[in-house]
């Protein structure tokens, strides 16, 4: 397992209006931000990615600019433009995050399914900041539900920071996302129709929701089982969909007393130890 932990976006605005070929950008202030980065100027003739080494020692603009980047083009701001920047707070505390993962080895437990400790978490190194926000992450992030034809842009710069290794799976904690109207995101093997064979095996979870340490066990349960919702799961039943009752009062994945009965969930350990070594 994998886990990255990007910043909480922050905004600011334009304390000046500046020109197409300016290096430093004056802001209102940005004591926030990471040492260095990319900026989203906002602009009604588009935005302007600008990639910034440093901030300066009174937090009020961001220096040693390189303008234009990531596919736009350098362009003249008006004063009060908003600017979107990565802030050095996590979207999630390494204490959230491990708090997480013991629910994920408690929920599977009866599974003899554990992770391989200890869990990588890129949490922006030593400090705890946070990984910087990816430019397509800078104005927000949407997510797909259902089947995937299409990744989106977000989706895309999340992918390509995937570990590598085809039988982990990957977490990517942000702060807030849209497109989809549950707290956690799995891709299991099932719903990626888009072509790209590493759109697959990674959850993303939206941290300004109100949390159940039981969602990302759930969420691994998609991947884990290669499965969507079914119907008919019992109350008790890790699977079951969020929308129709909840997880909050699982335990531990069956068996469980009326699994046999409900024909649902009573080979899931059997099924999960036969395919958790040999994702995707």
């Given at each position: 397992m994998h ?16 020109d ?24 009604p003739n ?12 009174d937090?009020l ?5 390189t ?5 736009t083009?350098?362009?003249a ?5 908003v600017?979107r920047y990565s802030?050095?707070?996590p ?11 013991d ?5 599977l ?6 992770l ?8 922006g190194?030593?400090?705890?900041t ?10 927000g992030v ?7 034809t299409?990744?989106t842009?977000d ?6 920071l ?12 942000v ?5 989809s109207p ?8 099932v719903?990626?129709?888009?072509g790209?064979?590493a ?22 349960m ?9 119907n ?14 909840g997880?909050?009062?699982?335990k531990?994945?069956?068996p469980?007393?009326?699994a ?16 958790a070594?040999?994702?995707?």
């Amino acid at each position: 397992m994998h886990v990255v932990v990007f910043s909480e976006p922050g905004e600011t605005t334009l304390s000046e209006e500046t020109d197409d070929t300016q290096t430093t950008i004056p802001v209102s202030d940005v004591v926030s931000a990471h040492n260095s980065g990319t900026i989203r100027i906002e602009n009604p003739n588009g935005h302007e990615f600008v990639r910034y080494d440093s901030v300066s020692e009174d937090g009020l603009a961001f220096e040693d600019c390189t303008r234009g980047v990531d596919g736009t083009q350098a362009l003249a701001h008006a004063q009060g433009s908003v600017v979107r920047y990565s802030s050095t707070t996590p979207a999630i505390s390494r204490a959230g995050v491990e708090e997480h993962l013991d629910a994920v080895d408690e929920r599977l437990a009866q599974a003899t399914i554990r992770l391989r400790r200890p869990v990588p978490i890129d949490i922006g190194g030593n400090l705890d900041t946070g990984r910087a926000l990816p430019p397509a992450l800078l104005d927000g992030v949407t997510v797909n539900s259902g089947f995937v034809t299409t990744f989106t842009m977000d989706e895309l710069a999340m992918i390509a920071l995937k570990d590598g290794d085809a039988n982990s799976v990957d977490v990517f904690y942000v702060d807030s996302y849209t497109g989809s109207p549950t707290v956690m995101e799995a891709y299991p093997e099932v719903r990626n129709q888009s072509g790209v064979p590493a759109g697959e095996n990674f959850v993303v979870a939206r941290t300004n929701a109100t949390y159940q340490n039981s969602v990302l066990a759930h969420e691994m349960m998609h991947i884990l089982l290669n499965a969507p919702h079914r119907n008919g799961e019992p109350s008790t039943a890790l699977f079951r969909s969020l929308q129709v009752g909840g997880v909050a009062g699982t335990k531990r994945i069956g068996p469980y007393p009326d699994a046999q009965a409900a024909g649902v969930g009573y080979d899931d350990s059997e099924t999960i130890r036969g395919t958790a070594e040999i994702l995707p």
